[in-house]
């Protein structure tokens, strides 16, 4: 672990003199982290690959005023997250025509979810139990939707959490609680229109 | 424990939150009590199947596409956008080196040196600039390659460069404490010679440290919230100009501090450059340490709000140790 610490500290420095390619071997174990935090923000890939980029320029360009003694990937998923946000706002009057889980009618799943082996039904079946709870996910409001998101989708801990979204973690712990119990609601009530 | 307060716990108890005598409370309770349970049980459902939602790969083109906006974002910025100096009145410092201004401030600084042999701290006085101060890039400047490119150098700091190069490579390590002196004879040398090299030079001007960018401070203030303040427009670099007595008064406080870092070694330095976010770089050759070992190697210091790091191969960490308390 120190060992993996201190390369992590050299390929800082080295990013920081410039070297891109010292950064990209940086930015690398948080890669996939990072994208996958853009794309359950934004609902679309092609925007999720857009965020991500300008992220890692934003980190780039700013390497210098990364405080080394925080860990470096919390601050790049704090960016990511940030630039994810900005760019909802920026969009939040634009009504957003690609979402993945539209209407009952109209479900198209515009994100490729990966196979993982099973029976054809079994793949059948998760895809249609994630795309349920996502949408019942996306009933919830945006701090609920983002804190259950890095939590159970992501799999932050609570510290992570709370210095991605520089809350305490007082925050963290009362937000996850009651977002859960309304997105419990949420799943339940739309059991009960299922099952009508 | 009651209902209410039992209900706050469910998600700190699924996450493995909860002390000792509150995970117990939360059990005792919810064997004994039905409505919780149930509101646990959906609780649990619900983060399992949240658990379940699966990673999706990033693109192979991404990785391609990152670079280029990479390189291009280096372009971007190591071009003439300095801090400290407004785009707008964008000060032609470019000089340009001639043969002519090499030889005399060659000729100049060995007379000098000569005068002055034996009486001049190692310490470097406020003009000091190397060759590789180099601004246009300051990413680069660190690379050798560039050293070679006398683009925008001020003409008095080439022939440094070259005399100090010189006296490095045909040095031994007891002449280099004599080249250390020479450079200082130089460099002291230099901020009074500025204006007769310049005019021995001719077409060259003497510019010192409007290229070597001064620190931003709006950048300081910034990285506490650099996070929620950065946006896609953001151009921290068209900053108030400073001037030249800031600079120069930074670099020789970086300076100190180095020379008190290093004292006992023998030591050169090489250049130093402003990274346009916050850090000063200095390129030191470190020919022997305070140990007595030769290492001849260069070291990397970095400068950053008042307080310097060094970056440097395992063998100095040792030698560096002690410092720490500086920071």
């Known amino acids: ?196 | 424990m009651k209902c209410d307060k039992i209900r706050e716990l469910l998600s700190l108890y699924i996450d493995n939150m909860l002390d000792e005598s509150e995970r117990k409370a939360v059990e005792d309770h919810l064997s004994t009590c039905d409505v919780c349970r149930n509101e646990y049980n959906g609780i649990k459902e619900t983060v399992d199947l949240l658990r379940q939602v699966e990673m999706i790969p990033v693109p192979d083109a991404f990785r391609f596409n990152l670079k280029k906006a990479l390189q291009e974002e280096k372009q971007n910025m190591s071009g003439p956008q300095i801090v400290g100096i407004d785009p707008k009145k964008k000060i032609r410092w470019r000089v340009i080196t001639s043969a002519a201004a090499v030889l005399v401030v060659g000729v100049l600084s060995f007379g000098f040196y000569r005068d002055i042999l034996g009486s001049l701290p190692s310490q470097l006085s406020q003009v000091e600039q190397t060759g590789d101060a180099k601004e246009k890039d300051s990413y680069s400047v660190m690379r050798e390659e560039n050293a070679a490119v006398p683009e925008a150098q001020p003409s008095g700091l080439q022939p440094m460069a070259k005399e100090t190069e010189r006296a490095a490579a045909s040095t031994q390590q007891d002449d280099s404490v004599n080249a250390q002196k020479k450079q200082a004879a130089v460099s002291d040398e230099a901020a009074d010679a500025k204006t007769a090299a310049g005019e021995a030079a001719g077409n060259s001007q003497m510019v010192t440290f409007d290229a070597a960018a001064s620190p931003d401070p709006n950048i300081g203030a910034e990285s506490s919230a650099l996070d929620v303040q950065i946006e896609a427009g953001d151009d921290s670099r068209s900053q108030a100009a400073s001037g030249v007595e800031r600079n120069a008064a930074v670099v020789q406080y970086y300076d100190m501090l180095i020379k008190e870092k290093l004292k006992g070694f023998d030591y050169q330095l090489l250049g130093y450059s402003y990274v346009p976010t916050g850090e000063w770089q200095f390129r030191v050759f470190i020919f022997r340490g305070k140990d007595g070992n030769t290492y001849n190697e260069e070291i990397l210091v970095i400068g950053k709000e008042g307080k310097i790091t060094t970056v440097s191969s395992n063998k100095f960490t040792e030698l560096f140790n002690y410092e720490d308390d500086n920071h």
Not at chain 1, 57 to 73: G, P, Q, T, V, W
């Open chain 1, 1 to 196: 672990m120190s060992s993996d610490l201190s390369r992590e500290k050299q390929l800082i420095q080295k990013a920081k003199m410039g070297d891109e390619s010292s950064f990209e071997s940086l930015i690398l174990g948080c890669q996939n982290r990072a994208y996958n935090i853009a794309v359950r923000y934004l609902k679309n890939e092609d925007d999720a690959l857009d965020a991500l980029q300008e992220s890692f320029i934003k980190i780039f360009r700013h390497l210098n005023s990364f405080k080394e003694d925080s860990r470096f990937d919390t601050w790049v998923y704090r960016i990511v997250v940030n630039t994810c946000n900005d760019l909802l706002r920026k969009n939040s009057n634009q009504k957003i025509t690609d979402s993945i889980y539209k209407t009952e009618d109209e479900k198209v799943a515009t994100i490729e979810i990966p196979d993982r082996s099973g029976s054809p039904e079994e793949v059948f079946e998760r895809k249609e139990r994630t795309e349920h709870i996502i949408s019942c996910l996306e009933k919830l409001n945006p701090d609920q939707k983002e804190i259950i998101t890095l939590r159970d989708i992501h799999g932050f801990s609570y510290d992570e959490i709370s210095e991605i979204l520089e809350c305490s973690i007082g925050t963290v712990k009362s937000r996850i609680n009651r977002s859960r119990l309304k997105l419990r609601e949420i799943l339940v009530e739309q059991n009960e229109i299922h099952n009508v």
